[in-house]
């Protein structure tokens, strides 16, 4: 089998030569890291691929930007929607954070559903 893995004998088996690419310093937030929990249990299989072909922390990366990304996207949009501006802030500061909070709960609400526990596409 021809699959770029080398092995070393170790008693009477032979175990891959596997390592973790140290190349890239990864920075993996929230999203990111639920996402992997999320993958680990539930899609075991494409879990092990990407760790054997060493993709697994590029893959949770692009999950942790995209999920980070689309939370800012739709926080700046529901704001917009609603009407929330700087001047709300300056003149009633409390309504302003409630609001805010309540807007990005809602924006990770949607962003856990969409992108961080979303099934893997085959």
């Known amino acids: 089998m021809n699959n770029k893995i080398t092995y070393?004998?170790?008693?009477?088996y032979y175990l891959p030569d596997l390592t973790v690419p140290t190349d890239k310093k990864y920075n993996i937030g929230k999203y990111g890291r639920l996402?992997?929990?999320?993958i680990k249990e539930s899609r075991?299989?494409?879990?092990?691929?990407?760790?054997?072909?060493?993709?697994?922390?590029?893959?949770?990366a692009d999950v942790?930007?995209?999920?980070?990304?689309?939370?800012?996207?739709?926080?700046?949009?529901?704001a917009d929607n609603l009407s929330i501006s700087e001047?709300?802030?300056a003149t009633d500061?409390?309504?302003?954070?409630?609001l805010m909070n309540c807007i990005k709960a809602?924006?990770?609400?949607?962003?856990?559903?969409?992108?961080?526990?979303r099934g893997v596409e085959k």
Not at 44 to 60: E, H, N, Q, V
Not at 106 to 112: D, F, H, K, L, N
């Open 35 to 38: 996402h992997g929990r999320f």
């Open 44 to 60: 075991s299989c494409f879990y092990t691929a990407k760790m054997i072909d060493g993709t697994w922390l590029d893959y949770l």
């Open 87 to 89: 001047e709300l802030k």
């Open 64 to 78: 942790d930007k995209a999920a980070k990304s689309e939370v800012e996207r739709l926080v700046k949009n529901f």
């Open 106 to 117: 809602q924006a990770e609400e949607i962003v856990m559903k969409n992108i961080v526990y």
């Open 93 to 98: 500061q409390m309504q302003w954070v409630g």
């Open 8 to 12: 070393t004998k170790v008693g009477d």
